[in-house]
Every structure is written in structure tokens, then in C-alpha cells.
């Protein structure tokens, strides 16, 4: 299935999958594919670092819901429906975010590109540390990657991906994307 290309219709996909993904953890301590991060440390990783981002360039305080230590469900379900509020709100179509890094762009695409395309990148790791399904959509992982290696040097240099992990030639998209970000495709899970 070939998710949307309206930001608020694709953040609804990809969080929903993610959503299942946090409902069907089992163990919270699991490790992760991202060196030094559990399975609950994803989660918190998405529910911490968006608001700020948000707050600090279009001026949205998202509703706080439990930590992620007291209750990770919850957390990513009051931070998920927090955002998708956002999306959804028709006054976004106006809004725009500013960042130093970034310069202006309108809400709902900076929404998309920045914490949407996060939100699909790190349901791999939850799904893989977690023992569940860790399929992405081919078409959505295509997308990204392409986007992704015009601009290797500025993403490498933020620190926020660690260095390319290679893949077999031949390797599906999925693969390509994972190895791109820094994850190794086997890595072993649980």
C-alpha cells in the first residue's frame, strides 16, 4: 500500500504503524538497532525532540502526556495525537516554521519531511528490536533515500546519522535506506 502524499493523511499512516508498533512491544528494555537505545529510548526519542522543534519555530506547545519511563504507550499516544491535531487543524494550511538550519518552510510539509519521514525511519528499529513486523513501504523508503543522498554531507555533519553501513548489491530499497541512516539491515534483534 502506498501511503498518501498529504502530509497530514501520511503522518496518519505512518504513525498508525508506528502506534501498532508501540502497542505490540513487549519489553520496553529490549536493545535497539541505534547503539545504546531500548526499544523505549525510539519512543522517547520521538516524543522529545519534536516538541521543542515545534515550539521553538511556529510557536505549538504539543499536550505532555506521561513520561516515556512512566507509561510509553501513552506518551507516544498523547504526543502522536497532539501532532496529528496539528496536521489536522485547518489554520495550519497558514502556519509556517522557521529554523536557523532550515529557513522557512510552511507547517505541514516541514511536519512532513522532518518528523513524519523520522516517525517511518525508526519504526525499523522498534519493529526489530521488538521482534515485530519491520516492513516499510518500498515506495516511501525510495522517496526518502533519494532525497537523502542529495544532501549526504549536511546530514552526515549534523551528527544525527552515524556513517553508511554497506549493503549487498542487489539489496532492496528498505536495505539501501537502512544502511544510508546508519542502521545495518542485519542486525540481529532480539
Not at 489554520?91 to 523520522?118: C, M, S, V, W
Request: charged share 25%.
Amino acid at each position: 500500500m502506498a501511503l498518501s502524499d498529504r502530509p497530514a493523511e501520511r503522518h496518519r499512516e505512518v504513525a498508525g504503524l508506528f502506534t501498532d508498533r508501540v502497542r505490540g512491544t513487549a519489553s520496553w528494555d529490549a536493545p535497539s538497532p541505534v547503539d545504546g537505545w531500548t526499544a523505549r529510548d525510539v519512543v522517547r526519542h520521538l516524543t522529545e525532540w519534536f516538541p521543542g522543534f515545534l515550539a521553538a519555530g511556529a510557536g505549538i506547545d504539543l499536550p505532555r502526556g506521561p513520561s516515556v519511563d512512566e507509561d510509553p504507550v501513552a506518551a507516544w499516544q498523547v504526543h502522536c495525537d497532539g501532532v496529528q491535531a496539528v496536521l489536522d487543524d485547518p489554520e495550519t494550511a497558514n502556519r509556517k516554521l522557521t529554523n536557523p538550519h532550515i529557513g522557512t518552510l510552511p507547517l505541514a510539509p516541514a511536519i512532513d519531511q522532518f518528523y513524519t519521514a523520522d516517525v517511518f525511519m525508526h519504526t525499523w528499529d522498534l519493529a526489530r528490536a521488538t521482534g515485530q513486523d519491520e516492513r516499510l513501504d518500498p515506495d516511501f523508503c525510495a522517496h526518502l533515500l533519494s532525497g537523502m543522498e542529495q544532501m549526504e554531507e549536511v546530514l552526515r555533519s549534523s551528527g544525527q546519522y552515524g556513517p553508511r553501513v554497506e549493503v549487498p548489491a542487489g539489496a532492496d530499497v528498505q536495505a539501501r535506506l537502512l544502511g544510508f541512516i546508519g542502521r545495518d539491515p542485519s542486525w540481529p534483534g532480539r
